[in-house]
């Protein structure tokens, strides 16, 4: 299976803020989505960086929470590790478990073209066990 199965499936939709706003504003939004990680990216849609709930939290424990009025840009992780909608879900999570991280944004010609989790690779390689299993099964009673 690859991530452009799973955005097929969950949808390309992507929580975002731009780099210029405030943690405050990250917290707002991160917590307003139910999500764990925004991409930092401006109308472009190319990706600058990514924070996330732990990104948060390691600074307010750091700093305390007068950094809530920082920008984004100076806490987000600008190094981001991105995939491809041909990318199979083993190699993305090779990639996030080596990582250590949880959000991978997909990216399609240099822009922003959907997020995956770890939550969604396992879902999806579930899925993909259960087939394999029922196939076997078929052809073993066939």
């Keep these: 299976m690859i991530v452009a199965h799973i955005l097929n499936q969950k949808g390309r939709e992507v929580a975002t803020i731009e780099p210029q706003q405030t943690l405050t504003a990250a917290v ?5 989505k ?3 990680a925004l991409v930092v990216a401006g109308s472009d849609l ?14 307010l424990g750091r700093t305390g929470p ?4 920082d920008a ?3 806490h987000m992780t600008a190094k981001v590790v991105t995939c491809a ?3 199979t879900i083993d190699e993305v999570m090779r990639r996030m478990t080596e990582g250590r991280f949880r959000h991978m944004p997909v990216e399609r010609d240099g822009k ?4 995956i989790s770890i939550g969604d690779v396992v879902k999806a390689r ?8 029922e196939a076997l099964r078929a052809y073993i009673n066939g």
């Design 66 to 69: 007068g950094c809530l009025n």
């Design 126 to 133: 579930l899925q993909q066990l259960a087939q394999e299993s």
């Design 85 to 87: 909608g041909d990318d």
């Design 34 to 36: 139910k999500v764990g």
């Design 28 to 32: 707002s939004v991160l917590s307003g």
């Design 112 to 115: 922003l073209d959907g997020i």
């Design 46 to 59: 190319k990706i600058q960086g990514i924070i996330s709930e732990r990104d948060v939290v390691k600074m």
């Design 72 to 74: 984004v840009s100076k």
